[in-house]
Every structure is written in C-alpha cells, then in structure tokens.
C-alpha cells in the first residue's frame, strides 16, 4: 500500500522540490495558497491533479492559526508523514521588511500546532540563521545567535518547542522555484548579469530535492532518528563556489566576479554522525546534478 504523505506549503522552493520527489512514489496530499499555485506547479512538475489538494493560507487575521491547523488536519485525514515545506523567508537582505507578525505566525506558530496534532509523523525544517556566523562551525548543542532580526529569532523559538514532539532538521536549503520571479539564490542569479560571489561565506548547503531524498529515505526505510533536532550537515563550500558550480552545471553566460570582504562561518556540524549516516546525504556536485 502506497505510503500517504502531506506536504504543506507545496508550490515554494523546498515543497515543489519535494513534491518532485514522491510524486509517483506516493499518494500526496498538496496545500497552496491558490488554484493558481496548483497550475504552476503542474506545469512545471505534472501530475498534481491526481493528489488530494487543498487551498490552505497561514496569514488569516480572522481566524486563529491554531483553528486554522485544525481545521487542516481535519480535511487531510490520516497520513503516515507530513512535511512541513511552508515558510517566510529571510527578507531583511533583500530590502523587505515583512510584518513581525507574519514572521511568528508562519514561521513559529504554524509548526508549533502541526507539531502538537501529528507529533512524530511531522518533519520540519529549520535553518542555519539561528547562528549569526562569527563562531561557526555550529554543533546542535551550540549557543543560538540568530541573524537577520526577527527571521531567526522566529525559527528558532519553533525549534525550541516543536523538537519536543517532532523530527527538526536544521540546514541551509538552496534550491530552483517553479517562479520564475523569486528571490532564491539560484532563481534570482539566473536573472543576473554580474554577481559578486563571497568566497569567505561558508555554508552547509543542502538543496530541496535532496531534502526530499531524506523524506522519502525515512519512508520508504522506516528509519529512526534518535536525536528530535539533527543538522543536515554537509561539506562546506563557499557560496561563491556554489554559484560557480551551478553556472558551470547550466551554461550560464554570467560575470561571476570573487568577493572576499564579506565573511561569515555558518557551517554546521553535527554531534550525531551515526544518524546523520543513516539518511545517506548526497555530496554537493550530485545534488546540484539532481536539480
């Protein structure tokens, strides 16, 4: 019998990603903010129209998000995982200010009841910018310094609560949208025509399809994860070599010029290497290749 899985938030970066991954390996259950998020994800990755859909927004201010998760849960049903791919992103770089509230109540709030419905079935992602950078490499028992504000202060308090009850991954996804307007990284440098790529900015990269590689590994193998909060630790890599790789990988005609002013060490590391081992995290060039 096919393994039911839900994946809230499934038409941004890391949920298309996932949704790349077990379409045609499960039967699905998709939320989007709109019809028009479904059809921009079928054309892009096909298939939607065979899974279960519902149109579900987090930012209500009528409605508590807390009624708002149930009455979620209650039109999905049972499911053997669901994984939680919605998020407001790390604007402050950009420019943008997003309210402090849609911070709390999308990035705090809305893990925090999925996590007290489903409990163990739910995987939620977490991010390396609950560390500011000046004393990486960062091991799960590190001090948290969040940056950007409110953005990391908001992932970490969901951290804090929703391991107790759910599996944590914390890393730093990358990855393509299915819009082609977005701001993440290799969506926005495809847009570009002179980049300056920081080669003393060092991240642990872990790109949306391999996130959804793990998803399913944990699936399809019935793997356990003994500690509830676990990096997805990888080999460090400079983001200006993550853009030069990925410009090498799809041809692209952009000035990609070395800038060493700007520093950071957000490298995670993790105190369990025996079950990071077990989800059999890909090296970076393979992940890049499986975009």
């Given amino acids: 019998m096919r393994r ?25 259950v998709l939320t989007a903010r709109s019809k028009e998020q479904f059809e921009d994800l079928d054309k892009v990755h096909g298939g939607v129209y065979v899974h279960e859909r519902h149109i579900f927004d987090a930012i209500n201010p009528s409605i508590s998000i807390a009624r708002r998760v149930q009455w979620l849960s209650e039109a999905i049903g049972d499911v053997d995982m669901v994984i939680n791919c ?28 999925l ?12 991010t390396d910018c609950v560390f500011d950078g000046t004393a990486g490499p960062y091991t799960e028992d ?53 980049v300056e790529g920081y080669t003393n900015w060092i991240i642990t990269p872990i790109t949306g399809v391999e996130f959804g590689n793990v ?3 944990i699936l399809a193998e019935n793997i356990e994860i003994a500690p509830n909060l676990l990096h997805l630790a990888t080999a460090p890599i400079s983001k200006y070599n993550i853009l030069r790789q990925y410009k090498e ?35 970076f060039a393979t992940q890049l290749k499986e975009l």
């Fill in 115 to 126: 996590s007290e419905i489903y409990g163990k079935k739910l995987i939620h992602p977490s």
């Fill in 4 to 28: 039911r899985v839900a994946i809230i938030g499934s038409t941004g970066m890391l949920g298309s990603s996932v949704y790349k991954v077990l379409n045609g390996k499960c039967s699905l």
């Fill in 86 to 113: 919605v998020g407001v992103l790390n604007k402050f770089k950009l420019g943008m200010t997003p309210s402090t509230r849609d911070y709390f109540t999308i990035n705090t709030e809305l893990p925090i009841n």
């Fill in 142 to 194: 590190s001090l948290p310094s969040p940056s950007y504000g409110v953005y990391g202060y908001a992932k970490l308090f969901a951290d804090e609560v929703v391991k107790e009850r759910s599996q944590v991954f914390r890393c730093c996804l990358i990855g393509e949208e299915i819009r082609e307007d977005s701001f993440q990284m290799f969506t926005w440098f495809k847009r570009q025509k002179s």
């Fill in 215 to 217: 998803c399913w590994r």
């Fill in 249 to 283: 990988l799809k041809g692209l005609d952009i000035e990609l010029i070395q800038n060493g002013n700007v520093q950071a060490n957000k490298t995670l590391v993790t105190e369990y290497p025996e079950e990071l081992a077990k989800l059999r995290i890909a090296d």
